[in-house]
């Protein structure tokens, strides 16, 4: 009998090249990673890809190659392409007979199918949604979930690698980095873990994820200063952190972001979750231990924070997506 075969879009990205390398270390699926460039695709090869597809979620006409024999997906995209994912999700639930399982990236807090809260009511500013980022990671999940799918969504916490990307140059040349969030901890996590949830829940199959929603975090919670620590450790040097206001932060990146980071400033992802070490047996991942240790791509934490970024100082990366309606 032959494997099943697992599709990888954004195989390229954080989480999917780790898992990319996870799966085909396990040999349990045939691995068919997604490419939207192809400077990257032979390096998928490299992580152990079994076949290589060019995926666009934008361009139907690319999908039935990608899906054909396919038995179950992992779905990740960028914020701003949420509008192809909805697309693409109606489009999974044509072929619902064929397609097993979905495993969807998400993020903590996108729980209206599991929490009771009014998308209207901020978490603690008075007269304020929650924020637009969140909703639209409900809408992701929703989307694959209301065309009858089996969905597993991990729903993540903020991403170590995604923290300081926008400083990099700061940090290399004059030993500092600046956003709004101070003294709050927040637990954020490695997108190694994620990639590690993501290979468990696919390998034991729908039978016992179908329908389940984990939240997936870091050990700890930390503050700004004691990131700083563990950064100026990993590179041998002193880091500073310098607090920036909202205002100068929503002038950066715009206001979809800023809002976003005003849930991490309040507090709303501090806490840590058992669900990381409930589906592998072991804790998740210190940003410290993400620094200075390497994944399945063989690459450290540190490495990858000099790699590319979506978010740039003085762009709104969500300008479009933020008029995007249900």
């Known amino acids: ?123 603690s500013r008075e007269g304020a949604s929650i924020p637009l980022m969140l909703q639209h990671y409900w809408w992701g999940e929703k989307s694959l979930i209301d065309e009858g799918l089996n969905v597993t969504a991990l729903r993540n916490n903020f991403f170590m690698n995604h923290l300081l990307k926008t400083d990099c140059e700061n940090i290399d040349k004059e030993g500092w980095f600046t956003n709004p969030l101070g003294n709050m901890r927040n637990s954020f996590v490695a997108t190694r873990d994620i990639a590690e949830a993501a290979a468990v829940v696919l390998s ?13 975090t870091g050990p700890e919670p930390q503050s700004m200063k004691e990131i700083a620590a563990d950064l100026g450790k990993a590179m041998g040097k002193s880091i500073e952190y310098r607090p920036q206001s909202m205002t100068d932060f929503e002038s950066d990146f715009g206001s979809t972001r800023a809002e976003f980071f005003e849930y ?45 970024n979506l978010w740039k100082k003085g762009e709104d990366a969500m300008k479009e997506a933020a008029s995007l309606k249900q």
Request: proline content about 4%.
């Open 1 to 123: 009998m032959s494997k099943p075969i697992v599709l990888i879009s954004s195989a390229s990205g954080r989480i999917g090249k780790e898992l990319v390398a996870r799966l085909a270390k396990d040999n349990k699926f045939i691995v068919r990673a997604c490419y939207y460039s192809k400077d990257k695709a032979e390096y998928l090869k490299t992580l152990g890809a079994d076949e290589l597809v060019y995926f666009d979620l934008n361009s139907p006409e690319t999908w039935d190659a990608a899906l054909e024999g396919v038995s179950a997906v992992y779905s990740a995209s960028l914020d701003p392409m949420l509008d192809g994912h909805l697309a693409f999700s109606k489009e999974l639930g044509k072929r619902k007979d064929q397609i097993k399982h979905v495993v969807r990236v998400s993020c903590m807090g996108a729980d209206t199918n599991t929490a009771s809260y009014n998308p209207e009511q901020h978490a």
């Open 204 to 216: 034991e199959g729908p039978e016992r994820h179908a329908d389940k929603f984990y939240d997936i």
């Open 264 to 308: 991490l400033a309040n507090g709303f992802y501090c806490r840590c979750s058992p669900d990381f070490y409930n589906l592998t047996g072991h804790k998740p991942t210190s940003y410290y231990e993400y620094l200075t240790t390497k994944g399945m791509c063989n690459e450290t934490g540190l490495e990858e924070l000099w790699q590319g």
